[in-house]
Structure formats: structure tokens, C-alpha cells
């Protein structure tokens, strides 16, 4: 199974952006597999930002994330959704959702085992 992220672009201080991760190929996910969004900075290491389960509602969040991007499931589109809200420059990174059998709570990439190619956002004014 492959994850198709989309949805980034280049926004204004404070704009708002929805990211969205899609499973394809062949394979399969496992509804209790955990789905997240991290985000990776030129010149820095990939953090966790959003997590959520395919099959469930709970979420967590980094600090940076909480109360301003939110991650949610579409079942009708089978996608998971980040939106983020009061986008700041230093929002500004290559986001990559990320999947697998990792604990949920998990926030080290290399607990996730499925990665999608990324999408860039670029927040400035």
C-alpha cells in the first residue's frame, strides 16, 4: 500500500490549508493502524505533528499543532484530513502523512511504517 498526500501550496500568514493523505495501490491498512502527519523543515529533523486511527476519532496533536490544525477521517473518501487553521511562516515545511502499526500515541517517525512522497506548504507574506 502507498499514501498519496495533496493539498499543500502557498499561503498568507494566518490563511488556512487542508492537507489530505489517501491509501493506493495494492495492499492492505488495518483499520486499528495509526495515520499521522509529520512535517520536516530544510535543515531540520522530521517532527510528528497530528495523529489519529482509521478506524476511530481520538487524535493527538504536537503543541505546535494543537488548537490550530485539527485531523480527521473521510470515510466517504477513505482519507485522512489535516486541517490547519492561523498558518504561521514557521509552519512552513514538506508534510508527509505516515502510517502503521505503531502505539497509539506514537510520535517518532520511525514508528510509522508506511510513508507517503510529502507535500509542500509555504506560509509568507
Known amino acids: 500500500v502507498q499514501l498519496q498526500a495533496s493539498g499543500g501550496g502557498l499561503v498568507q500568514p494566518g490563511a488556512s490549508l487542508t492537507l489530505s493523505c489517501a491509501p493506493s495501490?495494492?495492499?492492505?491498512?488495518?483499520?486499528?493502524?495509526?495515520v499521522g502527519w509529520f512535517r520536516q523543515a530544510p535543515g531540520k529533523e522530521r517532527e510528528f505533528v497530528a495523529a489519529?486511527?482509521?478506524?476511530?476519532?481520538?487524535?493527538y496533536y504536537s503543541d505546535s499543532a494543537k488548537g490550530r490544525f485539527t485531523i480527521s477521517r473521510d470515510n466517504a473518501k477513505n482519507t485522512v484530513v489535516l486541517q490547519m487553521n492561523s498558518l504561521k511562516p514557521e509552519d512552513t515545511a514538506v508534510y508527509f502523512c505516515?502510517?502503521?502499526?505503531?502505539?497509539?500515541?506514537?510520535?517518532?517517525?520511525?514508528?510509522?511504517?508506511?510513508w507517503g512522497q510529502g507535500t509542500q506548504v509555504t506560509v509568507s507574506s
Open positions: 505516515a502510517t502503521g502499526t505503531a502505539d497509539f500515541g506514537a510520535r517518532r517517525a520511525a514508528a510509522f511504517n508506511t
Open positions: 495501490g495494492p495492499g492492505r491498512i488495518f483499520s486499528s493502524w495509526i
Open positions: 489519529t486511527r482509521w478506524s476511530r476519532q481520538s487524535t
